[in-house]
């Protein structure tokens, strides 16, 4: 009997438990009041990380096209549109056309093939209207934006049908004439303040070489022209007679890289084999010298060197000025060990920056020419942006 009343204590316990625990957790149903933490807003979620940003942006596939690496000015160009590019995280491909225009078109239409988003362009055949808009044809069909750079388009005035037969096109360069016009009187104010240590054999007027870097470039053409005509100005205005060119055989007055690319061996040949007949010995010196770029100039002062000219501040022997045309790093070091007289600053960072600058707006979707608006312009494109020169001596 105790048996039996011991369970029946035990299972009216376990009823009473039961019924208390179904009271304090009632069974949630769809019509049940939301927990509290549901009915308060959604967090807001993380900022996106670098990666996550990168990932949400246009793809940029960026491809570089220059005319030659081996130009010293163009190579410090590449170096500072790499970093440009890199800084902005922007993916690039760099092509080397090796001063041949058949192989840069060749390597234009592979970038356009394996999907480039942008060409940047250095154009080989400076001066060409049909090489130039060319390239913006295969563009335009493609879709994709071209920028190019430093090498002219076309002759005076034809660069702007190129630029204006594709909206997506752009040319960030300089004014051509500007450089040769800075190193005329540049030229032409060392000229007077130093005329009597220049004439070397005392015949009352200077002898000069001249080193144009291609025939039919726009920049050459101008560096040529105006870096003698503005120093004779300058010269005469002060009753002096003006340059004589040292070689009255050459009607043309220059000695030209017969390769276009501006190079420091072609002005070195010259120059040595000039200096073999025009020489101090002989009473007819060669005394000033005018370069188109300071890689020619580089060469030029080599031979003298070899000559026992120019050897630098301290050392003995004449100095022969020599004036050339980009500021490069290598002619600022002759200027400052006074083997050099002085050079034009072509802005190869300011070229690059500018560059960069229309391609981080290609790869970020927003207008090509966004945040532009500080540079000069032409005034018959406005799609061509100007990179000022400067004076460096």
Wanted: proline residues 3%.
């Amino acid at each position: 009997m105790k048996f039996t009343r011991f369970w029946a204590i035990l299972l009216a316990s376990l009823m009473i438990f039961a019924l208390t625990a179904c009271a304090q957790n009632p069974a949630q149903t769809a019509t049940d009041t939301p927990p509290e933490s549901s009915s308060t807003p959604a967090e807001t979620p993380p900022a996106a990380t670098p990666a996550e940003e990168e990932s949400n942006a246009p793809e940029a596939n960026i491809a570089v096209f220059y005319y030659a690496y081996s130009d010293v000015y163009i190579s410090s160009v590449r170096t500072a549109l790499d970093s440009a590019l890199e800084a902005k995280g922007i993916k690039y491909q760099n092509y080397d056309s090796n001063s041949n225009q058949t192989t840069q078109n060749e390597q234009i239409d592979t970038a356009i093939s394996t999907g480039a988003t942008l060409l940047i362009v250095n154009i080989v055949t400076a001066g060409s209207v049909d090489a130039s808009q060319s390239i913006v044809d295969k563009a335009k069909a493609a879709g994709v934006p071209v920028v190019f750079f430093n090498r002219a388009l076309g002759g005076d005035g034809e660069d702007v049908i190129v630029l204006q037969s594709y909206e997506q096109v752009a040319f960030v360069g300089t004014d051509a004439p500007e450089a040769g016009h800075m190193q005329g009187k540049l030229i032409g104010d060392y000229v007077i303040a130093n005329y009597d240590s220049i004439d070397i054999n005392g015949d009352g007027q200077i002898s000069y070489a001249m080193f144009k870097g291609q025939e039919g470039n726009v920049e050459a053409i101008y560096r040529t022209q105006y870096a003698t005509e503005d120093a004779n100005a300058i010269i005469t205005a002060a009753s002096k007679p003006e340059l004589v060119y040292f070689d009255s055989a050459n009607k043309d007055n220059y000695q030209v890289d017969l390769d276009g690319t501006w190079s420091a061996t072609a002005a070195n040949n010259y120059m040595v084999t000039n200096l073999a007949q025009y020489n101090e010995t002989n009473n007819n010196m060669i005394e000033l010298v005018i370069c188109n770029n300071d890689g020619m100039a580089e060469g030029v002062i080599s031979a003298l060197n070899d000559k026992g000219y120019n050897l630098g501040t301290g050392k003995e022997g004449k100095t022969i000025p020599v004036f050339g045309v980009d500021a490069t790093d290598a002619a600022k070091q002759l200027i400052t060990d006074g083997k050099m007289t002085g050079t034009i600053k072509q802005d190869a960072e300011g070229m690059a920056n500018c560059i960069a600058l229309l391609a981080g707006n290609t790869a970020s979707g927003s207008d090509l020419f966004s945040g532009t608006e500080s540079y000069n312009k032409a005034a018959e494109a406005a799609n061509k942006i100007y990179i000022p020169y400067g004076i460096y001596s």
